[in-house]
């Protein structure tokens, strides 16, 4: 029963804390809640649950058609040797860096991937 009454006290404080840190950034501490635009709260409450998100997004979305680019730029030399149109490409170094490439475009698609399921 007390223990209940201590979880009861903690979300109450921290869902004042989390009102309080919301109207400060809103700067609108003291004026109401009528003063927090709902739209602005929404941004502010996603931003203090998953900060730094949309830049984490951005850059999985960087680095991994990055990577991609430069799995399709090797895979096109892979394909001119084996056409024939070139001779100078060692074969099991390109597809290393095949690997490595396509390995972490698809890396930094599953880390987006549980980035948006978790936020």
């Given at each position: ?42 941004k ?16 999985y ?25 070139r ?30 399921d978790?936020?």
């Amino acid at each position: 029963n007390t223990l209940a009454r201590k979880n009861a006290a903690l979300t109450l404080n921290s869902s004042k804390r989390e009102s309080d840190t919301i109207e400060e950034a809103a700067g609108t501490k003291g004026k109401g809640k009528a003063a927090v635009d709902p739209g602005l709260r929404s941004k502010l409450l996603s931003e203090s649950i998953a900060p730094w998100r949309t830049l984490r997004l951005f850059l999985y979305a960087s680095f991994g058609f990055g990577a991609f680019l430069g799995g399709l730029i090797t895979l096109s030399g892979v394909a001119a040797f084996l056409s024939g149109a070139r001779d100078d490409v060692d074969l099991n170094a390109e597809y290393l860096n095949l690997g490595i490439d396509f390995g972490a475009a698809i890396a930094f698609a599953v880390l987006a991937k549980f980035d948006i399921d978790k936020g």
